[in-house]
């Protein structure tokens, strides 16, 4: 199975609100990232988090790594109909080097 | 730059055609990636090169699937002969280097349908 798993599978939420989505994986990493998809289009990076760091901010999104729990989990504030897409969190290993593994994938659907 | 540019961005073909998707990665990148995206599977890891040289092919399917990076700005991936359950989103990415901290730019995907 996949190294990263997230959770919810999907996510329905009203403009304004936060949403958060959680991403869990199996073997030691060195870096976690979060990727965005539209609808139609590739992935697009959003955030790093590395295996020493705790927490991560960018604009809107925070992200935590809980490195003993093996899970991450990406927030978005004050959430827009422009943040619909599917989340996915991505994971490299110890020894996998350059090769991301990715999760399944969270669906956000944020409603005007 | 323009990023990452893939071609066709669309191809429907008949089952036992060969398809041939393209890849021109970011200039400068030294990793190029090949992924395939289903419902079923998620985004899935087929290929991917250092340097125009394939290091890791355990994700490609089977022998259908063959993939060439003969120079560092253009890469293939070729199924042969295709079958419906090939149908899926095929996507180039690039990267810098090796680390695991740097970010995968990728194309906007080959949509592939198979009849």
């Known amino acids: 199975s996949q190294q990263g798993e997230e959770d919810p599978q999907a996510l329905s939420i009203q403009e304004g609100e936060n949403a958060t989505m959680n991403c869990s994986y199996k073997?030691?990493?060195?870096?976690l990232q979060w990727y965005r998809q539209n609808s139609g289009r590739g992935l697009v990076h959003l955030i790093l988090?590395?295996?020493?760091?705790r927490e991560k901010h960018s604009g809107r999104l925070r992200v935590t790594l809980d490195t003993s729990k093996k899970s991450s989990s990406l927030l978005i504030t004050a959430s827009r109909a422009a943040d619909t897409a599917s989340y996915f969190c991505a994971t490299d290993g110890e020894t996998s080097g350059s090769r991301l593994t990715f999760g399944e994938g969270t669906q956000l659907t944020v409603n005007p | 730059d323009a990023g990452v540019i893939q071609s066709p961005r669309h191809e429907v073909t008949e089952m036992g055609q060969e398809v041939t998707l393209r890849c021109k990665p970011i200039s400068g990148h030294d990793y190029l990636f090949w992924y395939r995206q289903t419902m079923m599977r998620g985004l899935e890891l087929l290929i991917y090169?250092?340097?125009?040289?394939?290091?890791?092919d355990s994700g490609m399917p089977e022998d259908r699937f063959s993939a060439k990076m003969p120079n560092a700005s253009f890469s293939t991936l070729k199924i042969q002969p295709s079958e419906p359950r090939d149908s899926a989103v095929y996507f180039c990415?690039?990267?810098?280097?090796?680390?695991?901290?740097?970010?995968?730019?990728f194309g906007p995907g080959t949509r592939l349908t198979v009849l």
């Open positions: 988090i590395r295996s020493n760091e």
């Open positions: 090169f250092n340097n125009n040289v394939p290091i890791d």
């Open positions: 073997t030691s990493i060195n870096n």
């Open positions: 990415a690039s990267t810098l280097s090796s680390s695991g901290a740097d970010t995968q730019y």
